[in-house]
């Protein structure tokens, strides 16, 4: 009594018009902007967490405020010292243009008095700028959200002492959707490529790209703006995408990776002819996590190969593609 033939998955070897790159990238937001204070003081209260979506004008953080309170007190007393001088100044010029215009006062003396006036006026409008400063600081004690958006990250806690434009969260703004991809350093990163998401496929359009090449990893980074807003990803998950990186190559072939069988001396892969496996001989330019591009003699189009198990196969094992009918 003869083996029965063995069961095997088939699938079939698609011509490849144009090469491709397949690379994962991070969806980002067009801007991510750092939330920083413009005064520098210590943290008095956190209202805010990483993941959490705010409104522009939302309070972020509050710094404490005692000595910018006694800062803005000591400016309004300033000014107010400010404002009795020149009141004096004013009514001293008033009095001696009335004792000018009677002889009883010299002109060089009234003079001075003018410029006394003038002076008192100056220290006025300093002491009020220095207040409006001081108010502002005030102001600037308590950080707002500067529009609507997710906080990606939140790095600061009350008791802390930050400086000046210190970054204490990050704010992705509402808006569009980017992706970030890191491209090897030999590849320039091509004006369009392709987001695999969900079993669909959303064009890409290159924003920008980096002026240099990264020196840790010797990669180029590129921003792809999305052509269809996605709502299934969140900001920072990692997704799929490809790309042409160039012109057409005649006799290149795309197949499964578990199609490849790498035994022996040369890769092959395994074809049913006539009920029977036969090898194949291919070179592989390129292996993927799902496909490998190969070459060949006598592949073409459409064709069908052996999908899985290639390792069991030898020369002239009987087999039987599933879905082929059975026929008594």
Do not use: C
């Not at 005030?138 to 802390?160: F, K, M």
């Not at 808006?175 to 320039?188: K, L, T």
């Not at 959303?202 to 920008?208: I, P």
């Not at 072939?253 to 002819?273: H, N």
């Amino acid at each position: 009594m003869g083996t029965s033939p063995h069961w095997v998955e088939t699938t079939e070897v698609s011509a490849v018009t144009s090469p491709t790159l397949s690379l994962t990238g991070l969806v980002r937001a067009r801007y991510e902007t750092p939330q920083a204070f413009q005064i520098s003081g210590q943290i008095a209260t956190r209202h805010v967490d990483a993941g959490q979506k705010v409104h522009a004008g939302d309070v972020l953080f509050t710094l404490d405020p005692r000595d910018l309170d006694e800062a803005l007190g000591a400016a309004r007393a300033e000014l107010a010292a400010a404002e009795a001088s020149l009141a004096v100044k004013q009514a001293d010029l008033a009095r001696d243009r009335q004792l000018l215009e009677k002889n009883f006062l010299s002109r060089q003396a009234f003079e001075r008095a003018e410029l006394a006036l003038s002076e008192a006026t100056t220290r006025r409008d300093a002491a009020k700028a220095r207040m409006e400063q001081a108010r502002n600081a005030l102001n600037y004690a308590t950080l707002r959200a500067g529009s609507d958006g997710l906080l990606i990250d939140v790095n600061a806690e009350p008791g802390q002492v930050v400086a000046t434009g210190q970054a204490v969260a990050v704010l992705a703004q509402e808006g569009r959707r980017e992706v970030e991809v890191a491209f090897p350093s030999h590849v320039r990163p091509p004006q369009s490529g392709e987001l695999l998401i969900d079993g669909q496929s959303v064009e890409l359009t290159r924003r920008e790209v980096a002026g240099a090449a990264d020196p840790a990893s010797r990669t180029w980074l590129a921003r792809y703006q999305l052509d269809t807003p996605i709502m299934s990803h969140g900001l920072g998950e990692v997704v799929q995408t490809r790309f042409i990186v160039g012109d057409a190559q005649p006799g290149r072939f795309q197949v499964t990776v578990s199609a490849v069988d790498e035994r022996g001396e040369a890769p092959r892969l395994w074809q049913v002819v006539q009920g029977r496996a036969q090898p194949l001989t291919v070179s592989v330019e390129r292996m993927g996590r799902e496909y490998a591009w190969v070459k060949g003699e006598g592949l073409h189009d459409g064709q069908t190969v052996i999908a899985l198990g290639t390792h069991l196969l030898t020369p002239g094992l009987a087999v039987r593609p599933r879905g082929q009918e059975v026929r008594p």
